[in-house]
């Protein structure tokens, strides 16, 4: 069974940075995840993904200012988040495709984390 677990969000003031983890058990990590994010009221967007050789792709909103990667060894992906604007509070969330390839639309991804919390405060 896939189990995905983010950690890593709080609070934290714009301009900021922090670093959210995923880790993923259940499986080989060689597939392809992603990072979306949901606030109040919004339907959830892509925010980004990376393919099992690391390939990156981000959302215009955060390109720039997020770097999502990968570590194989430990079945855990990374979105490192600087420059953080009030637009970005949201519950992100990780996933996991069942493919190679990282892909912007969530009904790619099959296998989803429970959230964590990032709010930015002026």
């Known amino acids: 069974q896939v189990q995905l677990v983010e950690t890593g969000g709080g609070l934290v003031q714009a301009g900021g940075s922090l670093r959210l983890s995923c880790a993923a058990s259940?499986?080989?990590?060689?597939?392809?995840m992603g990072w979306f994010r949901q606030a109040p009221g919004k339907e959830r967007e892509f925010v980004a993904a990376?393919?099992?050789?690391?390939?990156?792709d981000y959302a215009d909103s955060v390109k720039g200012r997020f770097t999502i990667s990968r570590d194989n060894a430990k079945n855990t992906v990374y979105l490192q988040m600087n420059s953080l604007k009030l637009e970005d509070t949201a519950v992100y969330y990780c996933?996991?495709?069942?493919?190679?390839?990282?892909?912007?639309?969530?009904?790619?991804?099959?296998?989803w984390g429970r959230g964590t919390q990032v709010t930015v405060a002026s």
């Open positions: 990376i393919s099992s050789g690391a390939t990156t």
């Open positions: 259940g499986r080989s990590s060689r597939y392809a």
């Open positions: 996933a996991q495709r069942d493919g190679m390839l990282g892909r912007i639309r969530a009904s790619d991804y099959a296998y």
